[in-house]
């Protein structure tokens, strides 16, 4: 069975031998760039390999562009191959923030072409409730060599953005939590507020109290009370950068609404323009 959205730690824990099952740590923090490669030493599921969202999920960060820009395909190809990825490989992709780093590398490697990646439900905290170990060991590795079949349509332009909700064909969803929406605070960009036209959705309205996913009949009664009958291919997600946004193509997709998109630069890149509108309140 191949596991394509979310998987559970007790499933997991049935395939930690499985050869061809990889697991990725994608661990991180916004304002501790080091944590998440600290923290994958000191203990993390028996082997995974450790992703670091700036450095091997993002390119460099430009004038023009987002706090974490995609980043560059082949240099991904590359390094999926380096953890001992290949086309056939089962990918689990876990963090101990309910999937808000995770989701990230699930949506690029389906950007890529490939669709057999799931993230841990509930991610490192639901391992270690459920007594399950950890390791510190590092693991070894066979490399392996990955062939990217890129899903050109799987993302949008700031241009597309703005072209398509002046033409009223796309509905924009926000993960931003509801006060950098409304622009009452914001605590990492310089400019505060909301594409004018996006709706909000906080990614964490997704989850449980315990961090794991809600069921998905209701995450699909949610997203479908949301979007009032638009189809999934003309939604699009954005956060701050273009990573907690995944969170949220991630819900849809275990919720059976398949085919949104991600505006990757998201808010981060289209404040660089100051040309571009922006939006407070609701």
Not at 107 to 127: I, S
Not at 196 to 202: E, H, I, K, S, V
Request: charged letters at 20%.
């Amino acid at each position: 069975m191949n596991y394509k959205t979310l998987i559970s730690a007790d499933t997991l824990k049935h395939h930690l031998n499985d050869s061809n099952w990889i697991i990725v740590d994608c661990r991180f923090a916004l304002m501790n760039p080091d944590y998440g490669s600290t923290a994958y030493r000191l203990g993390h599921l028996p082997g995974a390999r450790y992703a670091d969202l700036n450095r091997d999920l993002s390119s460099e960060v430009r004038d023009y562009t987002g706090r974490h820009p995609l980043p560059d395909i082949n240099r991904l190809a590359k390094q999926l191959g380096t953890w001992g990825i290949n086309n056939h490989s089962q990918v689990v992709a876990y963090d101990d923030a309910a999937g808000t780093f995770a989701a990230r590398l699930w949506w690029l490697l389906r950007y890529l072409g490939h669709e057999k990646v799931a993230v841990l439900d509930g991610g490192l905290p639901q391992w270690q409730r459920q007594g399950y170990p950890v390791a510190t060991a590092l693991p070894k590795i066979k490399p392996a060599v990955f062939r990217p079949y890129v899903e050109t349509y799987a993302w949008l332009t700031a241009a597309q953005v703005r072209d398509r909700l002046a033409v009223k064909t796309l509905k924009l969803i926000d993960a931003r939590a509801a006060e950098r929406y409304r622009g009452e605070q914001e605590p990492i960009d310089p400019v505060a507020g909301h594409i004018p036209g996006a709706l909000n959705r906080p990614f964490n309205l997704n989850l449980k109290a315990n961090g794991t996913f809600l069921p998905a009949e209701r995450l699909a009664e949610q997203f479908n009370a949301l979007l009032h009958n638009t189809r999934p291919e003309q939604t699009a997600h954005m956060c701050g950068s273009g990573v907690t946004a995944c969170h949220n193509l991630l819900a849809m997709e275990y919720a059976g609404l398949s085919g949104s998109k991600l505006y990757a630069g998201s808010w981060s890149e289209w404040i660089r323009d100051k040309n571009r509108a922006v939006a407070t309140a609701c």
